[in-house]
């Protein structure tokens, strides 16, 4: 009797066994999220970077809120010209975007996924190491209203007869619009140079990625170094 206890004992631990540690591993799940996402950062394409986040991310408070900022750069622009973003040539919003472009796809120079967990069900977390082209913080600081200031007088001393004959013919909104041609590249271009000048920096940080409805999604980083 107690032999048979004994074999009934053991074939129920046995049959108990493969239910330690049965759940699944989502880890490799989690990574691709942080590596889609990140690539996409790279890449610069925003709207890639959202198939792989948290809507709210990039919504109004969110940690990723300025990049959507950038969308309307063109009305943004105008409204700092105080003019209407319709009266732009479409000649300065490609400009303004290729600007846009510019600081995106240099924002990302490279990066590693680390440590991947999960630390409770349904929450992961990868950490990363990126290298980012330029400073965030010191970029907040570029200033080059004065050689915009000198580009600004240079080009008016140069063509102050056709601009008088244009404010004749067309008003102050003909003016606007042919300086805006004539300079924003030039403009755009010393910036982007001045924001690349600030040096790389390198950034560790913890992505948050939650199963949402069956889909792993970023929706949180938190920044360690």
Do not use: H, R
């Not at 792989?52 to 809120?65: K, M, R, W």
């Amino acid at each position: 009797m107690k032999k048979i206890l004994y074999v009934v004992l053991v074939l129920g631990l046995l049959t108990l066994i493969p239910l330690t540690g049965c759940g699944k591993d989502n880890t490799a799940d989690i990574k691709a999220a942080a590596d889609g996402f990140m690539s996409a950062m790279q890449a610069g394409d925003i709207e890639a970077a959202k198939e792989y986040c948290d809507p709210a991310l990039f919504e109004e408070g969110g940690a990723l809120s300025s990049y959507s900022q950038l969308e309307n750069i063109d009305t943004q622009f105008a409204a700092a010209l105080g003019v209407d973003a319709n009266t732009l040539s479409d000649k300065a919003k490609t400009e303004l975007q290729e600007f846009v472009d510019k600081l995106l796809q240099s924002m990302v120079k490279s990066y590693e996924i680390g440590n991947v967990t999960e630390p409770e069900e349904g929450v992961g977390k990868a950490e990363l190491s990126a290298v980012f082209g330029f400073d965030p913080e010191k970029a907040k600081d570029v200033d080059i209203n004065s050689e915009m200031e000198q580009m600004m007088n240079d080009y008016m001393a140069s063509n102050m007869a056709a601009l008088t004959e244009l404010y004749a013919s067309g008003g102050q909104q003909a003016i606007t619009n042919k300086v805006v041609d004539d300079l924003l590249g030039d403009i755009l271009d010393k910036y982007v140079d001045a924001v690349l000048a600030t040096g790389e920096m390198t950034q560790d940080t913890v992505l948050t990625i939650e199963n949402k409805d069956g889909k792993w999604l970023v929706t949180d980083e938190d920044v360690t170094q």
